[in-house]
């Protein structure tokens, strides 16, 4: 009998399998990465020194920039944020065996909210693949599609959101195509497997110096007379709009 898929045994209540050590095992490896990209974090003082909150990201097209993200929280305040991964990650069991130990968890609102109960840093990519893979020509844009789960999320969390954005992270590889649309075109409307013509050095990203933005965190807050919809579409513009100043940056 085949075993089914984790996602299909354990739904939204999948069990937490991230590995606290193996950020710390790895240090040495995200340190000469460091070097190479010359990455640094500006805006350190607005993420929170304890308590959880929300990390909206832009996506680019190699997830080396998360990575050095999460390397500096490690190493600046002592934690290794969790992350919300799109549904197809754990479809496949041999890619969520992988992340799952590095806090990758499946992007439901169950899940981050037993986050922040830990007091754990969260964070997400509205734009998903869909942002990862646009075109070169997008480029300092984001492709989040009205998406306001995350302005829902930080509602019904009581969390502030920071916006976190590294402009250069998008310039790793040159993509030529929409890499989705290519994807759904070719290989079905039901499918969201990339197909993107990329240009690097060779495989191999281009080695920009990467620097990550950090924005004021976003308290959400309801005004008088405002319904719930429109505090969280409220709440989603105002967090659209500083991402877009600091991918400008």
């Known amino acids: 009998m085949t075993e089914p898929a984790r996602s299909a045994l354990f739904g939204d209540d999948a ?15 995200f340190e000469a990465l460091r070097r190479v990209f010359r990455h640094e974090v500006r805006g350190l003082e607005h993420i929170p020194e304890r308590g959880p909150a929300l990390f909206v990201l832009n996506h680019g097209p190699c997830p080396v920039d998360a990575v050095l993200f999460c390397h500096t929280l490690q190493r600046e305040r002592g934690r290794w944020p969790r992350f919300l991964g799109e549904r197809l990650i754990f479809e496949h069991p041999a890619v969520e065996r992988r992340l799952a130990p590095w806090g990758v968890v499946e992007g439901n609102h169950y899940q981050a909210r037993r986050r922040f109960e830990n007091g754990d840093f969260v964070g997400v990519f509205p734009g998903g693949a869909n942002e990862a893979w646009k075109p070169a020509s997008e480029r300092r844009q984001v492709r989040w599609a009205g998406r306001s789960g995350f302005a829902r999320l930080a509602f019904k969390s009581n969390v502030p959101i920071v916006p976190v954005a590294c402009p250069r992270g998008e310039d790793l590889y040159y993509v030529l195509n929409d890499g989705i649309a290519w994807g759904r075109k070719l290989l079905g409307t039901d499918k969201n497997l990339p197909l993107p013509l990329l240009l690097g050095l060779g495989p191999l990203p281009i080695p920009y110096k990467l620097v990550h933005h950090v924005g004021a965190p976003i308290l959400p807050d ?28």
């Open 15 to 29: 069990p937490d399998r991230f590995d606290p050590e193996l950020p710390r095992s790895r240090a040495p490896l």
């Open 222 to 249: 309801r005004r008088r007379g405002e319904s719930a919809d429109d505090a969280v579409e409220r709440l989603r513009a105002t967090t659209e709009a500083a991402m877009l100043e600091l991918l400008r940056r």
